[in-house]
């Protein structure tokens, strides 16, 4: 149980891109819809794609947990990770592991990610996820009500959760808050695109898609609060 708990975040590419360029994001690059997993909906991805955040619920996180066994991630030199200690913030969390990742490529130059970076280059992920609350309190608290979706209270049992996976040094890693450290889903032979490698259920997972800026709009259906405690 995590001491302090944010609002959770509405799984809208509106929102999420809103909250990157908040943070120092290139209004070049967006979240946009990912319809699925299949060759025809990847079609629709603007490339390239460096990131991808997934949603999907509470009971699918336990049983990727109970898969992984005591074993869930461990370090890795040059993968930005970060543990969440505070409750409902996954989906900040996401945005924070797909955007650190990608710095390079997506980031508008100085700001707050880069100092961040700069500040947590040495940290642990449990020390950058005690600097990340008091970072980024303030930002969370002026997006986290907006969206499709009635904002819940910030100690709401949501039974949602976001990850993300991002392409580093060639490889694919699935980056969790809840994890140990980055997970290596192997490696990758060109750009990034999203993957069904991974135990995920694509019928029952949302992604957004971190690509250059195109206009999208989102169904009311795709909308979800998430968040874990």
């Known amino acids: ?18 909250y990157a360029q ?18 025809e909906a990847l079609k629709h991805v603007p490339a390239p794609c460096v990131g991808c955040i997934f949603l999907y619920p509470f009971s699918q996180v336990e049983a990727r947990k109970r898969a992984l066994g005591a074993r869930r991630g461990c370090e890795v030199p040059g993968v930005w990770h970060m543990k969440q200690l505070v409750g409902n913030a996954c989906g900040a969390v996401a945005i924070m592991h797909t955007v650190m990742n990608t710095l390079d490529r997506v980031g508008a130059g100085a700001g707050f990610l880069s100092e961040f970076g700069a500040t947590t280059k040495a ?13 980024l309190r303030q930002v969370h608290s002026e997006l986290a009500a907006q969206g499709q979706t009635a904002a819940p209270h910030a100690k709401a049992d949501l039974d949602f959760h976001f990850i993300s996976l991002v392409e580093v040094q060639g490889h694919l890693y699935e980056l969790d808050g809840n994890n140990d450290g980055p997970l290596d889903c192997g490696a990758l032979a060109l750009t990034l695109t999203p993957t069904p490698t991974l135990t995920l259920t694509p019928t029952s997972t949302r992604a957004r898609a971190l ?19």
């Open 211 to 229: 690509a250059p800026a195109q206009s999208r709009t989102l169904s009311p259906s795709l909308a979800r609060r998430a968040g874990c405690r």
């Open 123 to 135: 940290a642990n992920a449990h020390e950058r996820g005690k600097l990340f609350a008091p970072a």
């Open 22 to 39: 908040k943070l120092g994001v290139s209004d070049r690059w967006s979240f946009s819809d990912c319809w699925g997993l299949d060759s």
């Open 1 to 18: 149980m995590k001491n302090e708990s944010w609002v959770g975040l509405e799984s809208n590419p509106a929102v999420m891109t809103q």
